[in-house]
Every structure is written in structure tokens, then in C-alpha cells.
């Protein structure tokens, strides 16, 4: 038998999900029928699946030790030197300033140069996290930026700002403004754009409609810009995405003509990369905590967190 005992960092989940982290070998269907069987419990009590674990509670786990065989270690961000550009830190969660070029998460055959990788070694060796203390909980990212795109990331330290943070994005309650650069001048110097969104996974683009598609996975899109700044056919936008779809932003000004700089999935950009542009002209560089019910990152409501415009390479274009 092996005994389980529910940390903060576990707290606040239900049983099932809690398992499917800490004992990741053991099969799902299996695992529902063990606690079924009663040979999963808590507090050594019958516990039906969807039970909320509370700090202090213990899981009795009725199973063969098979299941506890640690898996290949998969904590090489530990050897890590973290280089990340940190906004704002406090102990429940990090802005970081993601520089173009270094992915978020790891893609196919990328093993630790990622944005997550570089968070967890900056907190393992500030001494916020240690993996093998951990049964559910590793620090995540709450939002994705593209490997060619800067600017904000949310990192979360602990489940439960997790919870949160995740909540607030779900229910629009963070509001993230962009800058970026286009091709050619705009007639409205400020405007709301509407469309229709089909991605293509395969191939990995959206293409936009300005009539709904005949399409089941049609998605509205919503985009508001305003141009701030325009110099030798380029026009320095601050965009706000009222829906946040992929691609939105690059995708939408391209569908209008305006096509950003240094894009070659959304506009034609041989002489872009000529010129030395070798990311899309994008930035992630405000992030506001909009109102919200009462919760442990309330004292963030209101609060505006910005990247310094000199860390934006493409802000020089207009100097």
C-alpha cells in the first residue's frame, strides 16, 4: 500500500484528476475501477472520483508497487543557467518578457531550451520548486506566444494561482495590448475589424473570411487596432485582440492588406529577411488584471505591467 498526503500544491483538485499526475503509469480505466473496488481511498474512507482533496487529507492506494516505478527523469531543466526577462515577480506567479525566437513549450525533438524549462530552473535554484517534492504540481505557463513573437508571459508558481489564472483568461479578464509593424499606410487610422477564422492544424495557418464560412470549426474574430506611428511605408500599430484565436493579429492584417513585417507565413517577406528581419514584427507588451470576483491575486487588479519599449528590437525603426 502506498500513502499519498495531499500538499497545498495538490489541494483544490478532484481525486481523479489528482491521480492521473501522480501516478502517471497508472491507466485511466483501471484507475476508475480500483477506486470503485474501494482499493483507492481517502482518509481510509470510500471516495467517489470527483471528491475534492483538501490540504491534510491522505490517499490510500491499494495497488501493486509496479505503479510507483519512476520513469525516465525528465528534470534536465535542473542543469539549466535560466535566461529569462522577468516584468514582475511575486510569490504566486511571473510576467516574463519572452524574447522571439525561444518556444514556450517543447516542440518535436526540442528538449530544454523552452520558455517552461527556463522558469522552472530559475525557481528550482531560487529554491520555489523541486520536482521531486512535487506529486501534481510543476509551474506552467497560463498563455502561449508564438516562437517568432515577443512579449508576456504568464507564469504561475503554485496550483492555486494556476487555477486563477487560467479562470481569468477564460472568463477575459486580463486585457493584453500588442505593437506591431505593417506593410503600407493605413486609411483609418483606428478601427475595429470583424471576420470569420478557419484554422488548418495540418499545415499549421488560419486563413479569414469576412462572411462566415461554410465551415463546422469557423470561429468570429475581433481585432482592434490603432496606428501610432508611420515612417517610409511602415505603420506602428497598438493592437488589442478582443477574441484571441491563432494567428489572429498576423493573419487579420494581412487578410486587409497589411501584412506585418518580417511574417512569411501571412505576407511575402524575401526582402524583409534581406533587411534583417527574421522574426514577424510582434510584441506582447502590456498586460492589465481587469476587475474580478475576490481571490489570492486580488491585490493585482487594476495594475498595469509593461515590457520596456527599449527591449522592443522593432520600436527603433520609428526613433
Known sequence: MRILEIRKNDAGQRLDKFLQKAVKTLPIPLMYRLIRQKKIKVNRKRAEQ??????GDTVQLFISEDFFTEEGQKNDFMRLKPRLHIVYEDENMMLVDK???????????QSTDTLIDHVKAYLYQKGEYDPTLEQSFAPALCNRIDRNTGGIVIAAKTAEALRILNEKIRQDKLKKQYYCVCHGIFQKKQATLTGWLVKDSAKNTVTV????P??????DIITKYRVVKEKDGLSLLEVHLVTGRTH????HLSHIGHPLLGDGKYGVNRSDR????KFQALYSHSLTFLPDTENALSYLEGK??????REIPFLSLFL
Do not use: C, S
Not at 99 to 109: E, F, L, Q, S, T
Not at 209 to 212: S, T, V
Not at 214 to 219: L, Q, S
Open 304 to 309: 498595469t505591467f509593461t515590457v520596456d519599449d
Open 50 to 55: 470527483n471528491y475534492v482533496l483538501q490540504e
Open 99 to 109: 524574447k522571439p525566437g525561444m518556444p514556450v513549450h517543447a516542440d518535436d525533438g
Open 274 to 277: 534581406e533587411k534583417g528581419y
Open 248 to 251: 489572429q493579429i498576423r493573419a
Open 214 to 219: 461554410n465551415h463546422p470549426e469557423a470561429k
Open 209 to 212: 473570411y469576412d462572411k462566415k
